[in-house]
């Protein structure tokens, strides 16, 4: 994965927000914008999605699309 590159959430670990949940469902599509260092055995990835809204998540809950 790189910064500008189009994602989609393909699943969630954790409990999060109805906003993020609906968007999931929905398919929305959201650019990396940067990348998280979680609790030092992972990288997390911070997404903004077309209503510039931004979440982070982590490398396995986002798939790159075409």
């Known amino acids: 994965m790189e910064v500008g590159q189009k994602v989609k ?6 409990k999060v927000a109805p ?3 609906e968007k999931a469902q929905q398919g929305q599509q959201g650019i990396i914008k ?5 609790d030092g055995s992972g990288v ?4 903004e ?3 510039s809204s931004t979440n982070w ?3 396995d809950e986002v798939q790159v699309v075409n």
């Open 44 to 47: 997390g990835v911070f997404v």
């Open 57 to 59: 998540f982590f490398e």
């Open 9 to 14: 959430i393909c699943r969630l670990k954790e």
């Open 19 to 21: 906003e993020i949940i």
């Open 49 to 51: 999605f077309p209503d």
């Open 34 to 38: 940067s990348f998280k260092m979680t």
